[in-house]
Each structure stands twice: as C-alpha cells, then as structure tokens.
C-alpha cells in the first residue's frame, strides 16, 4: 500500500489538469513548464452570485461536490488501477469498451488543485441554476452536459490512450446555462496577482463570456500541434450543450421570472 504523499504523487503522474482530461506528464517540455508557471502568477476565482440568492438550499450542488470528493478519495486509496478502471480512454471507446466511463469519469480529478478549483466553479454558478430548474432537472441536466462534454473530447481526440477524468465539462455546462439565463448577475470574484489579490464584481456575460473565448483559442491551438493536457473540446461541447438546452430545463414556475 502507498503512502499518502506517494498516493497524491501517483494522481499527479496519471492524470494532472485544470480540465476533465489528464495530462501526460512526459509531452511536457521545458516550455510548457514554464507556461504552466506563468498561468500561476495570476488569475480569477469567482465565489458567487452577489445578484441574487437560492431560495432553498442547493441540495443536488452540494451532493454533486461530496460525490467528487468522495471519489477523488478512492482514488487516493485504491490507486493507479481505480483510475485506468474508471477514467475515460478515447481509444478504448471508439472500441466499443468502457463505455461506462464516460460517465464515471466525470467524478474524477487528478489532483488536488484540480478537484478544488473544479467544486469552486460548481459552487459559484451551480446554486443557481439548480433554484431555476429545479433539483431533478437540474441533476439530469448537470450530468447530460457532461456526457455531451466527454464525447465531445473523445470525438477530438479519438486516438488518445490518455485518460480523460474530470468534472469541468459538466461545470461548462452551468456556466453555459448560467449566462444565458442571468448575464447581468455580478459574479463575487477574488482578481488576484501574485501575492496581491482583491475582491471584485463582474457582469456574468463578460467574465463567462471571456472565459469561453479563451477555451475556443486554446482548443485550436491544441488542435493545430496535436497536443496539450486540458480538454478544451469538453469545455467548448459542454459549454455550447449548457447554453443550448439551458431554458429547455427551467421549472415552469421559474420561466419569465429573470431580471
């Protein structure tokens, strides 16, 4: 059996992204590195929705978050095999094997910093989009958006052996619910560069809007050189599925009701 620092290492070996698709530690060249620590010298964090508030608690956002958690936590116990077993691999896909991972895969993160930024994002736009919809709706929505998302990613890159796990692709498609449905909400965000950070409020068009751009960039980008560790393509499917379908999904006693 691993010990614990020796379990964290192995997630980070398999499967290290931002994103639902790991990142294959041995693609990454000294540029790439150097990349990745300049992505860390600033960023944006949004916490909530300072617009509004859920009228009852969100019961399926926060059930959503302890079933990653609790998967994320297997996978520190059970290790390396746990992941191969249940993470999605496009070649084995297109097979006809595993398809049950398209699903299981969403619940899963290769790190740390992976698992707590992706719950981060759930929670800030999730609250309110499951008031809109309602749970059940919302549950189904949540988990179709990241079906399409993973396929999506799949369809990409359907040669890869790399496996794909995350829950971003399903996240993508809140946040594409979300700005349709109230791009004028002030997202509460923590701006923060280097050791200064500050809190701030941003329209939800612009900083969900800006976000996507910067999907699409990057996901031709991954596609021109054939390589990259996150799933832009999940994000992108995800993303244009959430804002798509979102008012498909809204509780007939919420439609009309938006500012």
């Not at 520190?76 to 496009?90: E, M, N, T």
Request: glycine fraction near 10%.
């Amino acid at each position: 059996m691993c010990s614990w620092s020796q379990k964290l290492q192995l997630r980070i070996d398999v499967v290290r992204s931002a994103s639902t698709i790991s990142e294959n530690r041995n693609h990454l060249g000294p540029e790439k590195r150097s990349k990745k620590k300049e992505k860390n010298m600033g960023g944006l964090i949004p916490l909530s929705d300072a617009t509004r508030r859920p009228v009852r608690f969100p019961a399926v956002t926060a059930l959503i978050v302890a079933v990653n958690v609790l998967v994320f936590l297997l996978e520190l116990a059970y290790g390396d095999a746990f992941v191969l077993r249940w993470s999605a691999i496009p070649t084995q896909i297109m097979s006809g094997h595993g398809w049950i991972t398209i699903l299981t895969a969403m619940f899963m993160h290769g790190s740390w910093s992976h698992i707590i930024g992706n719950m981060i994002f759930l929670w800030a736009f999730g609250p309110e989009m499951e008031d809109t919809m309602g749970r059940g709706r919302y549950l189904i929505f949540y988990l179709a958006g990241g079906l399409v998302a993973m396929l999506a990613q799949v369809l990409a890159d359907a040669h890869s052996t790399v496996p794909n796990l995350g829950a971003s692709g399903a996240i993508a498609a809140v946040m594409g619910g979300f700005i349709v449905t109230y791009p004028r909400d002030r997202i509460k965000s923590v701006l923060f560069i280097f050791v200064f950070f500050r809190v701030t409020f941003i329209p939800a068009a612009l900083l969900i809007g800006f976000w996507f751009l910067t999907q699409l960039v990057h996901a031709g980008a991954v596609a021109q050189v054939q390589t990259g560790g996150v799933a832009y393509m999940a994000h992108v499917g995800g993303f244009i599925f959430g804002a798509v379908t979102a008012r498909l999904f809204e509780s007939s006693s919420r439609a009309g009701a938006y500012d």
